[in-house]
C-alpha cells in the first residue's frame, strides 16, 4: 500500500503540465501559447507516525491532511511537563 493515506485513501493523481511562450494579452501581448504537454504526477503529503490505535500503537502513512484535521490521534511518548522516575 505504497503512496496512500490509511485514513482517507487519498492517493497519487495524475494531471498535465503545460509549457508555454509569450506574453499575456493583458501585459501586452498576444497571448500565451502552448508550446508542449507532459504528464505529471500530484502526490500527497504522506508522514510516516505512530499512531493511536485502540488500546495499541502502531505506524502509520497518513497525510497532512487528516493529521491537522484531527482524524489522527498520535501516540503520546510522555505525559508533558511530567519528570521521568529514574
Not at 5 to 24: E, F, I, M
Not at 52 to 81: D, L, M, N
Amino acid at each position: 500500500m505504497g503512496q496512500r493515506c490509511a485514513y482517507c485513501d487519498k492517493s497519487p493523481v495524475s494531471g498535465n503540465s503545460l509549457t508555454q511562450r509569450g506574453k499575456a494579452k493583458y501585459l501586452g501581448g498576444n497571448g500565451r501559447k502552448t508550446t508542449g504537454i507532459t504528464l505529471r504526477v500530484f502526490r500527497p503529503n504522506l508522514q510516516k507516525i505512530r499512531v493511536q490505535e485502540g488500546g495499541s500503537t502502531v505506524t502509520r502513512r497518513v497525510c497532512v491532511k487528516c493529521i491537522r484535521s484531527g482524524k489522527v490521534t498520535k501516540a503520546v511518548v510522555r505525559k508533558p511537563f511530567t519528570i521521568p522516575n529514574g
